[in-house]
């Protein structure tokens, strides 16, 4: 069974900076794509950054240049630096795992400006 577990969400002023982290379980972040997406109130869950197995990123243009994906392998968990934080970065964000159709349980960043 496939768990995604994410952390590192929070309160943070406009311009600083979060690092969340997606714990994986029953499969490995080595060989998979992993996502985040972020969902803000009242608008539609959004993609913001890819890594690939092989390890090929790709990110949102509205954060590009300010977001990292990265990953661990050693303890299995994908993370997402986010600097330079914006107001409207605020949302919970989920990390994904496509091939499973796995989700997290989301946790919530918001940015005050």
């Known amino acids: 069974q496939v768990q995604l577990v994410e952390s590192g969400g929070g309160l943070v002023q406009a311009g600083g900076s979060l690092r969340l982290s997606c714990a994986a379980s029953?499969?490995?972040?080595?060989?998979?794509?992993m996502v985040w997406y972020r969902q803000a109130p009242g608008k539609q869950r959004e993609l913001v950054a890819r890594?690939?197995?092989?390890?090929?990123?790709n990110y949102a243009d509205s954060v590009k240049g300010r977001f990292t994906i990265s990953r661990d392998n050693a303890k299995n968990t994908v993370y997402l630096q986010m600097d330079s934080l914006k107001p409207e970065d605020s949302a919970v964000y989920y990390c994904?795992?496509?091939?499973?159709?796995?989700w997290g349980q989301g946790t919530q960043v918001t940015v005050s400006s």
């Open positions: 994904n795992a496509p091939y499973y159709s796995s």
């Open positions: 890594i690939t197995g092989g390890g090929s990123t």
């Open positions: 029953g499969m490995r972040v080595s060989i998979n794509t």
